[in-house]
């Protein structure tokens, strides 16, 4: 990576798009740090509003005359089990995990095809790519994401752009502050899962970034994703019963 780089990205103000703020500003990048609420340092950016997004477009063609990486971060936690989680909940992630990053791919593709060059990198999940029971909602909103990023990697190609997903397993974050459904008994595995967590947004910022410099399209930035997804590839028979057994469980732990 080019110290000189221009980067944009959403969900800056604290967990993983703090950490890689911080580590794309420590390589000398200059960084647009945005996030919902306008806070020192970081300006405003609503991901699911249309005007938020056009003025991050101009902001960074008047100050920097273009960019270079688009970091689509932004997201929300959520789930449930199909028979449990409402059609409410399903609309608000995706309106969120999945148009958000629409919105910023789409604002900026004509800027990247410009310039015939740029990175976007979304942030998705190791559920992008492995679907626990009990998070049909957000499983289904992760592999949307994973399914976006490779198809703007095929259509920008040939403009000299990249397209990039991050896949973590469950990490020390803030992310759980953000999590909404009525599945409560899925919500209370999840945030022990992120407070017994090995890895902080820290250490999966450095990942990120390490990932991106060997030019990988899927970053599979710890090692619980990497195992989990080698999983699903190499035994799906393993892989089912150990995602059945979980299902099984967690029925267990709400009284089913």
Known sequence: MADSERVLITGAASGLGAALADAWAARGARVLRTDRVEADGVRRLDITSDEDWAAALAEVESSWGGLDVLVNNAGVAGGGRLDVAELDEWQWIFD??????????????????????????????????????????????????????????????????????????????????SVRGRDTALAGVMARLVQDAPLGADEIAAAVLEGLDRGDEVILPDPAARAAYGLKVSDRAAYDHVMRDQAKKLDGVAGE
Do not use: W
């Open 96 to 177: 969120i995990n999945l148009f958000g990053a629409v919105r910023g791919t789409r604002v900026f593709t004509p800027l990247f095809k410009r310039q015939r060059g740029g990175r976007i990198v979304n942030v998705a999940s190791l559920a992008g790519l492995v679907h626990p029971a009990g998070m049909a909602s957000y499983n289904a909103v992760k592999a949307a994401v994973v399914a976006l990023t490779e198809t703007t990697g095929h259509e920008l190609a040939s403009y000299g752009v990249t397209a990039h997903v991050v896949c973590p397993s469950y990490f020390r974050t803030a992310l759980m502050d």
